[in-house]
């Protein structure tokens, strides 16, 4: 037999690990499943076969990530940093077969196994490390810069538990951990050679350097491992494949030794396991600031990382520390990464020496900040003993920069005190507090709110005095939701037909969906529009039935809100609209609106009461509107549990109807109602957040307008709202809040609704009784406009015709052009 040549036998070798065709990727898979997982095929499980694929395909990422990661290192290259506690990716295999364009490839492959490609997809446990979002938002980002070919690195963090499960038990929300890692993550590569040490506590110190200069040095009192777990970033159909850097705590090797020697091993254990603790868990609390010391550890363990890491990048392409803001643009994503200023300026100035003014010039031109919330009680603010306790060196420099920051204020504003106390660094109401925003802000070049509505108001409220200071710093970018993973992979009909009528271009120019719009004229393609929505609706029904045992009807009008629990969320007032159908369906045989089935889902954080309660009444509602034969023809009500990325992509393109229904001047921006109309869902929603650009883009015809507006909120606010007068009003409103609290959903059971109703009646900081009336309105004009199919259909046509600003792709750029100042960066493989 002859033997191959070796350069031969290497070109197969690779070619196994590289190959698209599906005869390469079957062997591939063979391969791994064999000597990586260690199966033998006959005994494999599905998860096995999974771990097979993945890593067949990590492979095919292998090249093209070496060969962008080399690229980047280049002199010269500007590299954008997403600093951000969350990054709420979803499932990897069938976003990176997209990618790659192997889609169809690895069907064959799997199909020559006597496999199937969705049976394997179904096994991914995706990495939940985020909340909401803010999470996702930024995971779209990731997938819009390797598309874009911009060097965009992720920085996070890799906690071992992601949001926690959502299972419903007797109606209500119950925490399970999330055990992500617990077979295993075979996209990540742990780099344990890529660590840096983070310290706490202690005390700082001055000392006197050897050219005699007067230094200050922190002198810690405990320190862990960040060790970095990279995950890469595949563009669509290019070769740049950017990173997601996950920082893992791991305790330093000699740890207290002290009470090692004295004997005491299992105490010095015990500090181990401790110190490990900084990245154990995601904190499950969606807006609210935490407030807790282990949070504060987390953020400073993120940031402290990432910069050491930045600057060991910086010295390996050889290039001075002076030269840190013209090789890195660091993005700040909200506040969670924010104590980074104090981070940089401490490191500039203790490690490296620099001068104060030398320093806070890299500081500035290196950092910008993204607001994503104006709520008072999600504004973080920490303890001043807190951050003294754990960050005492970083404390005397956020002194330092807030005494000259203030100085700048008083000359700008001589005489002003009030001024200068509203911006300082240091809340001095009650205890001392330090403000991250402002902390944010002060040491940014540039600032942006993520929706123009929300970029108004930040310039005009929350950041009003800072906006005065520095306008040119303020800008909107309004955000964006990757086409790639909420249409392409989320809506393989809609994807066929819309590529059929436009090409594919619309996957990466998402403005080319316009040329949808002449179609929403032509009565054969609205029936091929309306069969696509109708099959995701049967699939969303089975996963429903599935999972729930709730029976819709993929007929009827899907009428969904997934998002957090949040009071300024409104889903109550949701509910206030279905207790209303109900009660006249109950009332009145001859009404007949169209059949409707209400779909929620979405997790509350674990400590928010009224939320909770929130889950409980739809659940309670749902129970007996379901069970009833008078109205179960004409409405259903479900809940998707355990919302997550996974089931994500089976309600947006399954809905009709989108709510967006916040109090206006509450939502940033949103993006769920980007990925529902993008989907061809109707919006029925307020003037907030980004619903505006969605109205003015889709046209206001094709909108359901309802609400209060943000001036209208302010004006009922000062005139003092009661909702009182609201229930004396309106009969029915009233009507419905007794059908509620006097127990008709909770078998008679007063108790449980109380407080939630008691709210509602009394206080109502969200206007749900204000806004109840005109709610109700609107939908009666959602019931009539889908009465005419056809007009239905052109409806929704025209909106997803429409939205092709909401591409992250678009966003994406906008922050890079205008902020990051990162032009594309071409990869070529070696
Ligand atoms: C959220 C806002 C949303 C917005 C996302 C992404 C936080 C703090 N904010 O309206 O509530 O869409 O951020 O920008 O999670």
């Given at each position: 037999?002859?033997?191959?040549?070796?350069?031969?036998?290497?070109?197969?070798?690779?070619?196994?690990?590289?190959?698209?065709?599906?005869?390469?990727?079957?062997?591939?898979?063979?391969?791994?499943?064999?000597?990586?997982?260690?199966?033998?095929?006959?005994?494999?499980?599905?998860?096995?076969?999974?771990?097979?694929?993945?890593?067949?395909?990590?492979?095919?990422?292998?090249?093209?990530?070496?060969?962008?990661?080399?690229?980047?290192?280049?002199?010269?290259?500007?590299?954008?940093?997403?600093?951000?506690?969350?990054?709420?990716?979803?499932?990897?295999?069938?976003?990176?077969?997209?990618?790659?364009?192997?889609?169809?490839?690895?069907?064959?492959?799997?199909?020559?196994?006597?496999?199937?490609?969705?049976?394997?997809?179904?096994?991914?446990?995706?990495?939940?490390?985020?909340?909401?979002?803010?999470?996702?938002?930024?995971?779209?980002?990731?997938?819009?810069?390797?598309?874009?070919?911009?060097?965009?690195?992720?920085?996070?963090?890799?906690?071992?538990?992601?949001?926690?499960?959502?299972?419903?038990?007797?109606?209500?929300?119950?925490?399970?951990?999330?055990?992500?890692?617990?077979?295993?993550?075979?996209?990540?590569?742990?780099?344990?050679?890529?660590?840096?040490?983070?310290?706490?506590?202690?005390?700082?110190?001055?000392?006197?350097?050897?050219?005699?200069?007067?230094?200050?040095?922190?002198?810690?009192?405990?320190?862990?491992?960040?060790?970095?777990?990279?995950?890469?970033?595949?563009?669509?159909?290019?070769?740049?494949?950017?990173?997601?850097?996950?920082?893992?705590?791991?305790?330093?090797?000699?740890?207290?030794?002290?009470?090692?020697?004295?004997?005491?091993?299992?105490?010095?254990?015990?500090?181990?396991?401790?110190?490990?603790?900084?990245?154990?868990?995601?904190?499950?609390?969606?807006?609210?600031?935490?407030?807790?010391?282990?949070?504060?550890?987390?953020?400073?363990?993120?940031?402290?990382?990432?910069?050491?890491?930045?600057?060991?990048?910086?010295?390996?392409?050889?290039?001075?520390?002076?030269?840190?803001?013209?090789?890195?643009?660091?993005?700040?994503?909200?506040?969670?990464?924010?104590?980074?200023?104090?981070?940089?300026?401490?490191?500039?100035?203790?490690?490296y020496a620099l001068t104060w003014d030398q320093a806070w010039a890299i500081t500035v031109r290196t950092f910008g900040y993204t607001n994503h919330t104006l709520l008072p009680e999600a504004l973080e603010t920490w303890p001043l003993p807190l951050f003294a306790e754990l960050l005492p060196r970083h404390l005397e420099i956020v002194y330092e920069i807030n005494a000259r920051f203030l100085d700048l204020v008083r000359a700008r504003f001589p005489g002003d005190e009030a001024r200068v106390r509203r911006m300082s660094l240091i809340g001095e109401e009650g205890d001392k507090t330090i403000r991250m925003a402002h902390l944010a802000v002060v040491g940014s070049h540039a600032v942006n709110g993520v929706a123009a509505l929300h970029s108004a108001l930040l310039g005009t409220s929350l950041l009003?005095?800072?906006?005065?200071?520095?306008?040119?710093?303020?800008?909107?970018?309004?955000?964006?939701?990757?086409?790639?993973?909420?249409?392409?992979?989320?809506?393989?009909?809609?994807?066929?037909?819309?590529?059929?009528?436009?090409?594919?271009?619309?996957?990466?120019?998402?403005?080319?969906?316009?040329?949808?719009?002449?179609?929403?004229?032509?009565?054969?393609?609205?029936?091929?529009?309306?069969?696509?929505?109708?099959?995701?609706?049967?699939?969303?029904?089975?996963?429903?039935?599935?999972?729930?045992?709730?029976?819709?009807?993929?007929?009827?009008?899907?009428?969904?809100?997934?998002?957090?629990?949040?009071?300024?969320?409104?889903?109550?007032?949701?509910?206030?609209?279905?207790?209303?159908?109900?009660?006249?369906?109950?009332?009145?045989?001859?009404?007949?609106?169209?059949?409707?089935?209400?779909?929620?889902?979405?997790?509350?954080?674990?400590?928010?009461?009224?939320?909770?309660?929130?889950?409980?009444?739809?659940?309670?509602?749902?129970?007996?509107?379901?069970?009833?034969?008078?109205?179960?023809?004409?409405?259903?009500?479900?809940?998707?549990?355990?919302?997550?990325?996974?089931?994500?992509?089976?309600?947006?393109?399954?809905?009709?109807?989108?709510?967006?229904?916040?109090?206006?001047?509450?939502?940033?921006?949103?993006?769920?109602?980007?990925?529902?109309?993008?989907?061809?869902?109707?919006?029925?929603?307020?003037?907030?957040?980004?619903?505006?650009?969605?109205?003015?883009?889709?046209?206001?015809?094709?909108?359901?307008?309802?609400?209060?507006?943000?001036?209208?909120?302010?004006?009922?606010?000062?005139?003092?709202?009661?909702?009182?007068?609201?229930?004396?009003?309106?009969?029915?409103?009233?009507?419905?809040?007794?059908?509620?609290?006097?127990?008709?959903?909770?078998?008679?059971?007063?108790?449980?609704?109380?407080?939630?109703?008691?709210?509602?009646?009394?206080?109502?900081?969200?206007?749900?009784?204000?806004?109840?009336?005109?709610?109700?309105?609107?939908?009666?004009?959602?019931?009539?406009?889908?009465?005419?199919?056809?007009?239905?259909?052109?409806?929704?046509?025209?909106?997803?015709?429409?939205?092709?600003?909401?591409?992250?792709?678009?966003?994406?750029?906008?922050?890079?052009?205008?902020?990051?100042?990162?032009?594309?960066?071409?990869?070529?493989?070696?």
């Amino acid at each position: 037999m002859e033997r191959a040549q070796p350069a031969q036998a290497a070109a197969t070798a690779a070619h196994e690990r590289t190959g698209l065709d599906a005869a390469s990727l079957a062997g591939a898979i063979s391969s791994h499943l064999r000597y990586t997982v260690g199966r033998l095929p006959a005994l494999a499980t599905p998860h096995d076969r999974y771990l097979a694929v993945a890593l067949t395909v990590r492979d095919r990422l292998q090249h093209r990530w070496a060969a962008t990661t080399l690229r980047y290192l280049q002199p010269g290259t500007r590299v954008g940093c997403y600093l951000s506690a969350e990054f709420l990716l979803g499932p990897h295999l069938g976003n990176n077969l997209l990618n790659l364009g192997i889609e169809d490839a690895m069907r064959e492959a799997l199909a020559s196994l006597g496999d199937d490609l969705d049976t394997i997809l179904g096994q991914e446990e995706e990495p939940g490390l985020g909340n909401g979002g803010l999470g996702r938002l930024a995971a779209c980002y990731l997938d819009s810069a390797a598309t874009l070919q911009r060097p965009l690195v992720g920085y996070g963090i890799r906690y071992e538990f992601g949001i926690f499960d959502q299972e419903i038990r007797d109606g209500w929300q119950v925490e399970v951990t999330d055990k992500w890692l617990a077979r295993g993550n075979p996209w990540e590569i742990a780099k344990p050679e890529v660590a840096y040490l983070v310290s706490w506590g202690g005390h700082a110190e001055s000392w006197r350097d050897d050219q005699g200069r007067e230094r200050r040095r922190w002198v810690p009192a405990s320190q862990v491992h960040g060790v970095a777990y990279d995950t890469p970033i595949q563009g669509y159909r290019v070769d740049t494949c950017n990173t997601l850097r996950l920082w893992s705590a791991q305790a330093v090797q000699s740890f207290d030794v002290d009470a090692f020697n004295t004997g005491d091993y299992y105490s010095a254990v015990s500090q181990k396991v401790k110190s490990e603790t900084v990245s154990k868990v995601l904190y499950p609390n969606d807006e609210p600031a935490a407030g807790k010391r282990l949070r504060l550890s987390q953020q400073y363990f993120l940031v402290s990382c990432s910069l050491q890491d930045m600057l060991a990048l910086l010295a390996r392409a050889g290039d001075p520390v002076e030269a840190f803001a013209d090789r890195f643009a660091v993005q700040l994503n909200d506040t969670h990464p924010a104590i980074a200023v104090a981070e940089l300026m401490r490191l500039l100035l203790d490690e490296y020496a620099l001068t104060w003014d030398q320093a806070w010039a890299i500081t500035v031109r290196t950092f910008g900040y993204t607001n994503h919330t104006l709520l008072p009680e999600a504004l973080e603010t920490w303890p001043l003993p807190l951050f003294a306790e754990l960050l005492p060196r970083h404390l005397e420099i956020v002194y330092e920069i807030n005494a000259r920051f203030l100085d700048l204020v008083r000359a700008r504003f001589p005489g002003d005190e009030a001024r200068v106390r509203r911006m300082s660094l240091i809340g001095e109401e009650g205890d001392k507090t330090i403000r991250m925003a402002h902390l944010a802000v002060v040491g940014s070049h540039a600032v942006n709110g993520v929706a123009a509505l929300h970029s108004a108001l930040l310039g005009t409220s929350l950041l009003r005095d800072f906006h005065d200071l520095w306008p040119e710093r303020f800008s909107n970018k309004t955000n964006g939701v990757t086409p790639r993973r909420f249409v392409a992979l989320a809506n393989p009909g809609l994807r066929r037909l819309i590529t059929r009528e436009v090409g594919d271009g619309w996957l990466t120019r998402l403005e080319a969906l316009r040329g949808l719009a002449p179609h929403a004229e032509d009565p054969g393609f609205r029936a091929e529009w309306r069969a696509v929505k109708r099959a995701n609706k049967a699939r969303l029904a089975a996963y429903i039935a599935s999972t729930t045992g709730v029976l819709l009807d993929p007929d009827w009008l899907f009428d969904v809100q997934v998002k957090r629990f949040h009071e300024y969320k409104r889903q109550h007032l949701n509910v206030l609209h279905i207790v209303s159908r109900y009660r006249r369906l109950k009332a009145d045989r001859g009404f007949a609106p169209p059949p409707r089935a209400f779909v929620f889902g979405g997790k509350a954080a674990p400590g928010y009461f009224l939320a909770k309660r929130i889950i409980k009444l739809i659940h309670a509602v749902a129970a007996t509107v379901n069970a009833d034969p008078e109205v179960n023809t004409r409405m259903r009500v479900a809940f998707v549990p355990n919302f997550n990325v996974q089931n994500a992509v089976l309600v947006y393109p399954a809905a009709d109807l989108s709510e967006q229904i916040s109090t206006a001047g509450k939502e940033a921006s949103g993006t769920g109602n980007m990925k529902f109309t993008l989907n061809g869902a109707l919006t029925i929603g307020t003037l907030d957040g980004a619903n505006v650009e969605i109205r003015e883009e889709v046209g206001a015809d094709n909108f359901f307008l309802f609400g209060l507006t943000v001036d209208e909120v302010a004006r009922l606010r000062r005139d003092g709202y009661r909702p009182e007068a609201c229930i004396g009003a309106d009969g029915e409103l009233a009507a419905v809040l007794d059908l509620i609290d006097g127990g008709h959903f909770s078998g008679g059971d007063r108790q449980v609704f109380d407080a939630l109703v008691r709210n509602l009646r009394h206080e109502d900081p969200f206007l749900v009784l204000a806004d109840y009336r005109a709610y109700l309105d609107c939908q009666a004009r959602v019931d009539e406009a889908w009465a005419d199919q056809e007009r239905w259909t052109r409806m929704s046509i025209l909106n997803a015709a429409r939205a092709g600003k909401f591409s992250s792709d678009r966003a994406i750029r906008e922050y890079c052009d205008d902020i990051w100042h990162l032009p594309p960066v071409s990869v070529a493989l070696g």
